[in-house]
């Protein structure tokens, strides 16, 4: 059974940076896509980045030039790493793990971690 353990979350002034990671155990991380969403109080989980398998990185507009998605193989790890920072940053990030060309999504979740945006 996967485990995704989010981690790195805080508040932090606009922009400034934080780092997120996320330990996964419970597949054989090298061979699956992973992803980092968010959530914002009121709004729909939305996916923020993608890193594959092979290591091509997608963004979404919104965090495009600003955030950077890498991950660890050797030690089953995804980070996000967010610059320049904005309020409307502020949300719940999530990692979730993924396969194929139109990536399907695992249905489990983490607890994953609170970003706060504020001066």
């Known amino acids: 059974q996967v485990q995704l353990v989010e981690s790195g979350g805080g508040l932090v002034q606009p922009g400034g940076s934080l780092r997120l990671s996320c330990a996964v155990s419970?597949?054989?991380?090298?061979?699956?896509?992973m992803g980092w969403y968010r959530q914002a109080p009121g709004k729909q989980r939305e996916l923020a980045a993608v890193?594959?398998?092979?290591?091509?990185?997608n963004y979404a507009d919104s965090v495009k030039g600003r955030f950077t998605i890498s991950r660890d193989n050797a030690k089953n790890t995804v980070y996000l790493q967010m610059n320049s920072l904005k309020p409307e940053d502020t949300a719940v990030y999530y990692c979730?793990?993924?396969?194929?060309?139109?990536?399907?999504?695992?249905?489990?979740w983490g607890q994953g971690t609170q970003v706060t945006v504020s001066s």
């Open positions: 890193i594959t398998s092979g290591g091509n990185r």
């Open positions: 419970g597949i054989i991380f090298s061979i699956y896509h």
């Open positions: 979730n793990a993924g396969r194929g060309s139109q990536i399907a999504w695992l249905g489990s």
